[in-house]
């Protein structure tokens, strides 16, 4: 790890079970040597010993090699592991599954060497596990060097340039492999002039990044603009039928790959949010994918094609137009018309990252696509890294929801995962130390959608914090738990969303966006709130589901609490399945939300002395900021809908 920075879940003791140990590895290729050197380091610490492919020297602790058997069963990022005999043994086909199973000898520490285990197979769910940056090369003067970043500079870039210290680089290459993240796009969806060049002239500083990430299994993707044809290559159009713009297309891929072979494709935001796009020529968002996917398919990479299309310019007036049904609209008819290296990549919900969103309707109805399901590490409407918000168990729900085709959404998105990162050049890597969890979580779903959060949970703290007493780890496993839950209780209740300032999105702001063009309203009136998405006489998207999900969400009385207010304009004095009133669950959350905060914050400084001071003190100044947040959030909330309904809290308490 570079010095200075914060070793985040390789934490020199994790490597301490590996590196006392006697080590025999076999094979050969990059990935090989990147395990020999991660063995080789971790044995100078702690006294163990490596040996290359010899078989006389006997015996060995542990034994990472290549073997030939069961290709069709591993695949190239597979392993099988198994402790026999007072051996360990990692075997894979290919160098990406040694080294993932080396970091899973890590993640078992000294249960990795006792007692016997036959053979286990271990391979990724999602073959596409992928970070997204959105960073910016040139400084943008609203947006900052990072987009929605929370967590200092870009790790790739700085005022215009790449930066030079590509360690840092390779450090973050490292982290991710141990969680299991094998592709990073590294610039923002939307690009700008700098940005757009890395596609031509610039394109040796993003093979210099896919150079310090390839030792440990990283592909690397790029943002590229739909108008590139014209804003680097001089073209008059666009427009993807056009033979001189399909030219192009190819003629860019080409030197790209020459660049870049193993290169990982391209990420398109188009006809979103201001971005060119297909619509300028009449033309659809499957002739646009296809135009690029045929420029990538000869070398193997793909499109990612973002769905995020919608109208940012809508008359709030306007109550017939539903930015909650832009998406399926747009998309489900297209279902089967894009090319084999289309991957169209789905928000998971419908709206945008918020605390509470359905799972977007489009994931299952598309059966003919591949679609990969797109979240948020980035805290963007969630504290922003200022505030703990842990966000497995909310992605364990995402990935477990079940379609009418009968599929959880962690099987539908054969695409794979993708993610925003939270990742910036922060000595913490995230800005809030706590945040690191959710970017090793993000990676570990990815590997296997349906496992349990809090036993991630529980690895990252293992990782993390290597030689944990019991109160220790109660204690940061206890921060975390249940911190999603009580950010949702402090902002925006029962899955209505948004409420936020606008523009940066930190901190509340009822009305901010009520009369805005976005499409993010509430409603809320004397008599009540929420927005009437049912078929009956709301906007309909409702209907967009399959059963049972179509009919639960279309009725009040069967919405679930969390999502009713995202369904259903509903009175103040609505009963809620938990027995209170909207209005009485909303002020007692509210009062919740913030006792929550102060009791995390009581436990974290009861640990002072037992993590590193550096760390601790991040952290104890965040909660702060938290807290300070948490209780402005409520006072806001509180006062607003106190003020709106004129019914008092049945608990009289203090309200504004
Ligand atoms: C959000 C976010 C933007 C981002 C957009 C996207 O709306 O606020 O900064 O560009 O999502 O996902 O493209």
Known sequence: MPEGVDPAWLAPAALRAVGSRRTLIRGSGPLVETVHGEVAEACRRFGGRVVRDASDDGPYDLALGLGTEGPELLGEEGFTFACEGGTTTV????GRGLLYGLFHVVRLGEAAFSGERSPQTHRPALALRMLDHWDNVAVHPVMGQVERGYAGGSLFWEDGRARGDL?????????LAACGINAISVNNVNVHAAEARLLTDRIGEVADIAYALRPYGIRTHLSVSF???????GLSTADPLD???RGWWAEATRRVYEAIPDFGGYVVKADSEGQPGPFAYGRSHSEGANLLAA?????GGTVHWRAFVYDHRQDWRDRATDRARAAYDHFVPLDGEF????????KHGPMDFQVREPVSPLIGAMPRTRLAVELQVTQEYTGQQRHVCWLGPMWSEVLRFRQERGLPVGEVARGGLVAVSNVGDDPFWTGHPLAQANLYTFGRLAWQPDAEPGEVLDEWIGLTYPEASERLSAGLHSVLDGSWRTYEKYTAPLGVGFMVQPGHHYGPSVDGYEYSPWGTYHFADRDGIGVDRSVASGTGFAGQYGAPWA???ESPDTCPDELLLFFHHVPYGHVLKSGKTVIQHIYDTHFEGVEEVGQ???????LAGLVDPARHARVSERYEEQLRGAREWRDQINSYFLRKSGVPDSRGRRIH
């Open 227 to 233: 108008a590139a044809p014209i804003t680097l290559g």
């Open 91 to 94: 075997t894979a086909c290919g």
């Open 167 to 175: 360690e840092r680089v390779r450090a973050y290459g490292r982290l």
């Open 295 to 299: 420029a990538v398919e000869p070398f």
């Open 243 to 245: 033979e001189v713009v």
């Open 339 to 346: 090319a084999a290296g289309a991957v169209l990549q789905v």
């Open 600 to 606: 995390a914050r009581s436990v974290w400084a009861s």
């Open 551 to 553: 009919g639960l969400y």
